[in-house]
C-alpha cells in the first residue's frame, strides 16, 4: 500500500487505545508505514508521546511486517520552540535514537529521518554519525526532512566525497495544491520540482513523503482552505476534486491521497476515526 499512516497525535489528542485501534485497522487493510518523531506533539504533552503509543502496540504484533519511521533533531529542549531544538550533533544523535528505541519497545528503526537542517552542526559530522547507525544494524535506512535545496546539494557532495549512507527517503510538506508564496510555514519546507529533482537524479530510487496532504480534511465538502492556501487557483483546483470525488463516489480526501501517490509520493494519512482512516485509504485496497 503505497500510503503511510501518520501519528503525530497519537498519545495526546488521540488517546492510546484509540490509536491502537487505528493502527490495527492500517495493518489489517495492508498498510506497513508507521510515521511519528521523538517531539511528537511536544505542543500538545511533552514529546514522544507518540513513540511511546507505538511502541506499547509494538508489542502485540509481528514487528517484522512493520515499518516504523520515526525523526530526530527537532525536539525542543525547552519544551516550547524549534529555537532550542535538540540539533543534530553526534552526541545529540546517539542520545534521541537511544530514547527512541526505548519508547518504541524495538531494536532496530526501518528509516530515521534528520528531522529539521541543523545548521550548527557540520554536515559531516551529522551524516557520519547517522551512517554509523546504519553499519551498526541499529537503522535500516536513512531519511531527511525539510531541508533546503542547496543543503541538499551540499550533503549529497558529502555524501559521495566521503562514501556514507545515501539519503533513501525525503519527507517534505505536500498536497494537490501549492501555499501562497509568501507563506510563512516556519520550519517546514515544501516539495518543489527543484528539490524533487535534485533529489531523483542523485538517487532513482529514493522514497519521497508528502506529510499534510490532506491539510487537516479541507479537501472534505463544507470545509474551507487554510489561509496560507487561500487563492481562487486553490479553490477551482478543490472544487473540481470535489468534482471527480463525486463521480467516483468517494472522498476528496481518498481521491488527494491517490492523486499524490500517483505522482510516486507515499501520502501520509491521519485520523482520530477509524471510519474515516477506512475512507481515505480506500482507492488503496
Known sequence: MNVGLGTVSFGTSIPEHQAQEIMNIFVESGGTIIDTANNYAFWAGKGGESETVIGNWLKTINR????????????????????????LSKESIQSAVNASLGRLSTH??????AHIDDTSTPLLETWSALSSLVHGGV????????YSLSRIVELQNIIDKYDLIPISYAQYRYTIIEPQTDAD???QICFSPQIITALTKHNPKIKLVAYSPLLRGAFEYGHTLP?????????MIVNKNREEAEYHQVTPSALVLKKISDQGIIPLTISSKVERLKENIQLFL
Request: hydrophobic content about 40%.
Open 185 to 187: 510555514l516556519g520550519v
Open 64 to 87: 517484522e511486517q512493520i515499518e516504523i519511521h520515526t525523526k530526530i533533531g527537532a525536539l525542543p529542549l525547552d519544551g516550547m520552540n524549534f529555537s532550542t531544538a535538540e540539533g
Open 227 to 235: 489561509d496560507k492556501y487561500a487563492g481562487d487557483l486553490n479553490e
Open 108 to 113: 532496530y528503526i526501518d528509516v530515521l529521518y
Open 139 to 146: 537503522v535500516k535506512r536513512l531519511g531527511i526532512s525539510n
